[in-house]
């Protein structure tokens, strides 16, 4: 069902763009903000999902945080967010999109002295930012570990060479994110794309909030040391149905199919739903599958705690 926007919001947010366009190198000049200490309450707080135990191999990772326009009225999501990779040991510092460039330079730094796995999350114009900020990494030779656009703004620019894993979560109709993010020609990273579009009780200005999705991307976090992949990475985009729980694969891996096997069978032995292989592999559904057929599947590049937390309410 089409959503109402609110002009204030609306006009915040295209502020929030101009600002960014008309300062140099993309407003990164701006002094650093101090992250909020104490975010409000989600507006969306389902049951959450337990963590997978983190690996004991390897540094935890640096993440870089950063919030849309008016950020701190309406990407408070995001400060949560920080909260739990902290809490889950990983450095977390949340910033305003507007100094991408310092936070990028002093990322830099920070690695040169003392590399760690790099992890870059962003709600709205920020998501915009990790995307500046992977591709800033990129001329350095640095690999962004793992990049996350939350309903990133349209501006967004493609998946870089360098980024290991991508994660977007949009809205593909709202008009104050919806950022379609796509992979760079010769992307041989794990990419993998939601639309929440058909979930009515997720709007631009909750989806950072979802409790479901923010302890599925501390779990992803946690797992960088030991995330290992089987087979080439498949990227994956799908259209989460309504109602449908929203799980956050990592990439698609290609398998054969075996004599006997069908849509369910395939879905069970992976522990994915039939709707995301219909999706994914167009007009499997109409024909009996082949020996030997080539199936896409969503993968997860490490093992995940079950799914099983409710939908989140209709945020008020």
Known sequence: MDRKINPARAVAALTGVLLWISLPDGGFNLAAAEPISAPTESLISPAPIPLAAPSEAGPRGRAYLFRGALGPFFSRGIDALGERLEDAGITANVYEFTICRLIADNAIREYR??????????????????LKFAEILEKEGIKADLVVAIDPAHVTPDVPLNVDRFINIFLSKDILGGGDVKPKPGYRGHYASFDLSQHDEVSHINIEKMATLQEQLVTKALQLAAAKADGDAVPIRCVVPAKAAVELWDSGVTILARPGDDLQSIAAAYHVPVWSITQLNKG???????????????RHLAPLAEISAPLPPQAR
């Open 284 to 298: 499997v559904e109409r024909n009996p599958l082949v020996p030997g057929k080539r199936i896409i599947v969503p």
């Open 113 to 130: 002295e003392n590399p760690a796995p790099i992890i870059l999350i962003g709600h709205s114009m920020g998501g915009f930012c990790a």
